[in-house]
Nanobody
Framework: QVQLVESGGGLVQPGGSLRLSCIAS????????MSWYRQAPGEERELVARIGTRGTTTDYADSVKGRFTISRDNARNTVYLQMNSLLPEDTAVYFCVRGYWGADVWGQGTQVTVSS
């Protein structure tokens, strides 16, 4: 069974940091690029960051460049999203997604709320 399970969300003050994790199972993790998307209330889902199979290729939305870092540990079948200097507009449900150019499997999402 293909599965993506996110963790690490929560409530943080503006300027704070969080690290999201996503554990993958049920498919050959090293064969797939991985992505993080987010969806704020009333908004469309948007791509936040993506990473290639070996972790050497990454891409970021302009809104998070310089603040967020995507990485992966292929030995642990895990992809991470380190989020620094968080802003209230980063508040959203964050989804771990299988794929780099496409998105065919989605996790259940984890809520990130940035508020004082």
């Amino acid at each position: 069974q293909v599965q993506l399970v996110e963790s690490g969300g929560g409530l943080v003050q503006p300027g704070g940091s969080l690290r999201l994790s996503c554990i993958a199972s049920g498919f050959p993790f090293t064969s797939y690029g991985m992505s993080w998307y987010r969806q704020a209330p009333g908004e469309e889902r948007e791509l936040v960051a993506r990473i290639g199979t070996r972790g050497t290729t990454t891409d970021y939305a302009d809104s998070v460049k310089g603040r967020f870092t995507i990485s992966r540990d292929n030995a642990r079948n895990t992809v991470y999203l380190q989020m620094n200097s968080l802003l209230p507009e980063d508040t959203a449900v964050y989804f771990c997604v299988r794929g780099y150019w496409g998105a065919d499997v989605w996790g259940q999402g984890t809520q990130v709320t940035v508020s004082s």
